[in-house]
């Protein structure tokens, strides 16, 4: 029998991370489950959060999910802990790559792109002041970028006025910290050629979701 996973997000960014899943495991049985009706989470309560992920979250267990992966920002960074000790499976998380991206910055500023309750998250506060001392962290408005992306119309002079932004504040490291930009990286490259790199987790959480897949075998 196939191993079983879940993947969550509130709309099309799990997708992306379910083709990056995909092309490493592809024998794995997916079952996507995303919220359409409470589309986007990013400007919503942490507690209207829960209430919605938290049922959802039950069903994929109980439809024999072995593994979750919580393919949205800003459910790991504000919920991730309160899920896990609820639920007997466990959680990968994708959170913004703020320790690789300060490790990896020359100009000693990175940028992160996510969305207001991602950043608004004490997991958030905590990655920076834990790996990214001394390092800027540019924040740039991306609130409604999620709604953009899910909705098909992305407004490509808005984005390159974004990237600019931040490219000329010296930022050489780019972070996607919404799995929603992932459907953007390569218009975010093509602006920042030259002036930064992008960091999205997809490899790394494939990584880990192969790890817990053989420990569960
Ligand atoms: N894709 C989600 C994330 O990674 C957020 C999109 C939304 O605002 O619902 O944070």
Redesign the pocket.
């Known amino acids: 029998m196939p191993q079983k996973i879940g993947v969550f997000?509130?709309?099309?960014?799990?997708l992306a991370v379910i083709a990056a899943i995909k092309k490493e495991l592809p024998n794995v049985e997916i079952i996507f489950k995303s919220?359409k009706a409470h589309?986007?989470?990013?400007?919503?309560s942490i507690d209207n959060i829960y209430g919605f992920v938290k049922p959802i979250f039950d069903g994929l267990a109980s439809e024999g999910c072995q593994v979750i992966v919580v393919?949205?920002?800003?459910?790991?960074?504000n919920l991730i802990e309160r899920l896990r000790a609820e639920l007997k499976i466990p959680l990968i998380g994708?959170e913004p790559m703020v320790k690789p991206a300060a490790a990896a910055t020359k100009t000693g500023a990175i940028a992160v792109f996510?969305?207001p309750?991602?950043l608004a998250s004490t997991r958030y506060s905590w990655l920076k002041e834990q790996y990214a001392k001394g390092v800027k962290v540019i924040e740039p408005d991306c609130s409604d970028w999620?709604?953009l992306i899910?909705n098909r119309q992305i407004d490509r002079s808005k984005i390159e006025a974004i990237v600019n932004g931040v490219c000329a504040q010296g930022a050489d490291q780019l972070v996607l910290?919404?799995?929603?930009?992932h459907w953007i990286e390569e218009l975010i490259r093509e602006i920042a050629v030259g002036r930064a790199e992008i960091l999205q987790p997809e490899v790394p959480v494939v990584d880990t979701l192969k790890t817990a897949l053989a420990q569960l075998s």
């Open positions: 997000d509130s709309g099309v960014g799990g919220d589309f986007p989470y990013g400007t919503r393919a949205c920002n800003t459910v790991t960074t994708i996510a969305t309750r991602t999620a709604y899910e910290g919404c799995t929603h930009y």
